[in-house]
C-alpha cells in the first residue's frame, strides 16, 4: 500500500483506532491530526514496513483523561508544529510504567502541559521520551533501519505553562523518566 495506512484529519468528536494491523504504507502506519483525543482509542494497534511505524500525533489536544503504555507494536509519535500533542487545563496524561513515546521535528514537536502529566516509571521499566530515530527501544519506529541515529534537537520536549482564565498551574510529575534527544524539557 501507497501513503498512509489510516488517516484521520479533523475528525468530529474523539476518534477511535484500535486493533488494526497496518503493513508496508509508505509514510505513517496511522496518522491523526487536528483531533481532540482519548489516549485509550488509540490502543492495540501493531503494524511494520511502514514508513513510520507508529500512531503519528499531530496538532492534537488529549480532551479525555487517559493513560498509556498502549499494546500493539504501534507506539505514539509526537509530530510537527510546536503544539504537538497538548494537555490542556483539567486533564491528566498518565504515562506508566514502560511507557515509549517518539517524537520528531527537528526543534519542534512539544508535548504541551496546561493540565497534568504523571510519567511514573519504575527503575526496570522506565517512562521514555525519545527521538523518533532511537532504535535503541521500541524498535525501527522511521523504517530506515540504521541509515539515521537520533541527534539532540529531533524534538522540542515537555513545555509547561498555565491556560490562565483562573484554571490552576501545570502538573509534570516525572518519575523515572529517560528524556532523550530533546531540545529541552
Same mark, same amino acid.
Given at each position: ?6 488517516d484521520v ?20 502506519a ?19 514496513g ?14 479525555v483523561?487517559?493513560?498509556l503504555?498502549?499494546?500493539g ?10 503544539n ?22 527537528n526543534?519542534?514537536?512539544?508535548i ?14 522506565p ?7 532511537d532504535?535503541? *527501544?521500541?524498535?525501527d519506529?522511521? %523504517? &530506515? #533501519?540504521? =541509515? ?5 534537537? /529531533?524534538w522540542?520536549? *515537555?513545555s509547561?505553562?498555565?491556560? %490562565? &482564565? #483562573?484554571? =490552576? ?5 516525572? /518519575? ?6 530533546g531540545?529541552? %524539557?
Amino acid at each position: 500500500a501507497g501513503g498512509t495506512g489510516i488517516d484521520v484529519n479533523s475528525p468530529d468528536g474523539i476518534p477511535t483506532i484500535k486493533g488494526n494491523t497496518i503493513t508496508n504504507s509508505t509514510g505513517p502506519a496511522v496518522n491523526v491530526t487536528g483531533a481532540s483525543l482519548d489516549m485509550g482509542l488509540l490502543d492495540g494497534n501493531s503494524g511494520s514496513g511502514n514508513g513510520l511505524n507508529g500512531v503519528q500525533l499531530t496538532n492534537d489536544i488529549v480532551t479525555v483523561s487517559s493513560a498509556l503504555p498502549w499494546t500493539g507494536t504501534l507506539i505514539p509519535v509526537v509530530a510537527s508544529g510546536c503544539n504537538a500533542l497538548t494537555v490542556p487545563a483539567g486533564v491528566t496524561l498518565t504515562l506508566g510504567a514502560g511507557t515509549t513515546m517518539k517524537a520528531q521535528a527537528n526543534g519542534c514537536a512539544y508535548i504541551n502541559v496546561q493540565g497534568k502529566l504523571l510519567a511514573h516509571g519504575t527503575a526496570a521499566s522506565p517512562v521514555t521520551l525519545t527521538s523518533w530515530r532511537d532504535d535503541s *527501544i521500541a524498535g525501527d519506529t522511521n %523504517g &530506515d #533501519g540504521s =541509515a539515521t541515529g537520533p541527534q539532540r534537537g /529531533d524534538w522540542g520536549g *515537555i513545555s509547561a505553562g498555565p491556560a %490562565g &482564565d #483562573g484554571n =490552576a498551574n501545570p502538573t509534570v510529575d516525572l /518519575d523515572h523518566v529517560a528524556l532523550r534527544y530533546g531540545t529541552s %524539557g
